[in-house]
């Protein structure tokens, strides 16, 4: 049997939400199954989210991550986190894999996350309108083996793992079978909110592997790009006055 993708995305209400989401939506239904597309939002669920997801087709859970109002703005990382408890509270077997709704992914990408044994890792190329230029970030691979990372920014040097958010997946009984996969027992495996932005993708991963010999490079070589990081910077649109859409633009 073909193994579970768990695809996990974080969504909230903006103009260019439906947008995203049915991008995603699209390229989700084109793999083949199983898939199953866990959105989750913060607080509520709204309407227009369930709408969308269930006009795909595409397996899903809806879920909604309840935080303290008062928190500052952690850009997915609790529920994620929410996610990640739904993951390990049912067991569900299968691939792991963090995708926010605003990034561009290739169908190429699905067929190599079910190639995944442990943890799979690949480099990702990161769009910025601002710097009108597109960076990798990422491992550099000698076959599958990963020997090193491309790094860009001077703030982020000191992390571990150069990793996006977009660029690992993982096998989810790391989560709960320690002995499988020779792991050490630390703390449990979190992406915690406090962590400082730009180190959450490695503070994560080092809790799932130990170093680069337990990744597998993808595909066989990390030469190609299968997915793109957008910053696509929309607050200095200019419309005219009173055309703004705030909400979810969804148009039935
Ligand atoms: N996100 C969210 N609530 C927020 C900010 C972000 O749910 O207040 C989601 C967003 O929809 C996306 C992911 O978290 O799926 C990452 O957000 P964003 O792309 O803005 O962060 P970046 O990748 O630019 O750091």
């Not at 809806?62 to 049912?90: C, F, M, P, Y």
Request: glycine share 4%.
């Amino acid at each position: 049997p073909r193994k579970l993708l768990i695809v996990v995305t974080p969504t909230y209400n903006r103009a260019f939400q439906a947008y995203f989401l049915n991008r995603l939506a699209q390229v989700l239904t084109l793999v083949q199954p199983p898939v199953l597309w866990i959105v989750v939002e913060e607080n509520t669920a709204s309407m227009e989210t369930a709408d969308i997801i269930r006009k795909t087709g595409v397996m899903y859970r809806h879920l909604v991550s309840v935080k303290d109002l008062t928190d500052v703005k952690d850009r997915g990382v609790h529920q994620r986190n929410t996610a990640l408890e739904h993951i390990e509270r049912h067991r569900l077997d299968g691939i792991v894999y963090f995708a926010d709704d605003d990034n561009i992914y290739s169908f190429e990408l699905f067929q190599n996350l079910r190639e995944i044994s442990r943890f799979g890792t690949w480099p990702v190329a990161m769009l910025a309108q601002s710097k009108n230029k597109a960076i990798l970030e990422g491992p550099v691979c000698n076959g599958s083996q990963v020997i090193g990372w491309h790094t860009n920014e001077k703030s982020k040097r000191l992390r571990r793992f150069h990793v996006d958010m977009s660029g690992f997946a993982f096998n989810s009984t790391i989560l709960w079978d320690r002995k499988r996969w020779r792991r050490p027992i630390t703390s449990p495996i979190r992406q915690l909110d406090t962590v400082k932005e730009g180190f959450q993708e490695t503070t994560f991963i080092e809790q799932v592997v130990e170093d680069e010999s337990q990744m597998e490079g993808k595909p066989i070589g990390c030469s190609s790009i299968l997915n793109w990081h957008l910053h696509l910077d929309t607050r200095n649109l200019v419309y005219p006055k009173g055309w703004m859409l705030s909400k979810n633009l969804d148009v039935r």
